[in-house]
């Protein structure tokens, strides 16, 4: 038994209640939405140890449940529950930062299973940046990053980071100076790498790039070096803890 705390986002009323049920007798704490306004509330106010997303949701879809869940910086592991025909939407969810995905129908066993591997995950690899005393804020010419609140301020703007964006923006700076290939960081940051493409990668630092970039066509802190991977080329203007 243990008091992990499932959040479980469903509108199918027999397909809810019996993954509860099943999961309740797995040992796990499982609270409920049938819709995505709910589900997504639910999941920023209850802080839930991982999210169970199905897509197809009334109210509010299942994507943008995710979209605005990792746009207001929460990092809280995702496993999307997919109808079958939804793999455009699987894999825009993976991009979006969820952390793994079942296409319906799947079995309690290949649940479980799915639900411990993306814990088992996620847990290592959060402290790599919340340990404060790794994560400095780092200042540059135009920009601070830190680390600890997951923002960035460009030319006096702060924006919010992403679970995923903060990762990755670590793990450059951390080998600033060297390039950092894409199976790299799908290895390091998503901590697996059967992900479906390594656009992934690209789909989120080009994002990362609107956020700390002047002009992302022309970046200078996170550069494209071609056919190898990306660097971080930008030297604090002060160097902090390594």
């Given at each position: ?14 397909l809810?209640a ?38 197809m ?19 809280t ?49 959060r402290?790599?940046?919340?340990v ?13 990053i ?96 390594p």
């Amino acid at each position: 038994m243990n008091d992990t705390r499932i959040l479980l986002i469903e509108d199918e009323p027999d397909l809810r209640a019996g993954l509860q049920h099943n999961l309740e007798l797995e040992g796990y704490s499982i609270d409920t939405a049938a819709d995505g306004k709910q589900g997504l509330r639910k999941a920023l106010q209850e802080n839930p140890a991982l999210i169970l997303l199905d897509l197809m949701l009334p109210v509010l879809p299942g994507i943008e449940v995710l979209r605005q869940l990792r746009a207001a910086g929460h990092g809280t592991p995702v496993i999307i529950l997919s109808a079958k025909g939804q793999d455009r939407d699987k894999v825009q969810g993976l991009e979006l930062g969820a952390d793994d995905y079942l296409t319906k129908p799947f079995t309690l066993s290949e649940l479980t299973a799915r639900i411990r591997a993306v814990l088992r995950r996620t847990q290592v690899r959060r402290p790599t940046i919340q340990v404060e005393e790794a994560a400095p804020v780092l200042q540059f010419q135009d920009l601070v990053i830190d680390f600890k609140r997951f923002t960035v301020t460009r030319d006096g703007q702060e924006i919010q980071l992403s679970r995923y964006e903060a990762e990755i923006l670590r793990m450059l700076v951390d080998r600033r100076g060297e390039v950092v290939s894409r199976q790299d960081l799908l290895r390091k940051v998503w901590g697996y790498v059967h992900l479906p493409t390594t656009r992934t990668v690209d789909n989120h630092i080009a994002r990362l790039r609107k956020k700390v970039e002047r002009d992302v066509d022309a970046p200078v802190h996170v550069v494209t070096v071609h056919g190898l991977g990306y660097c971080f080329e930008s030297k604090p203007l002060a160097e902090g803890k390594p």
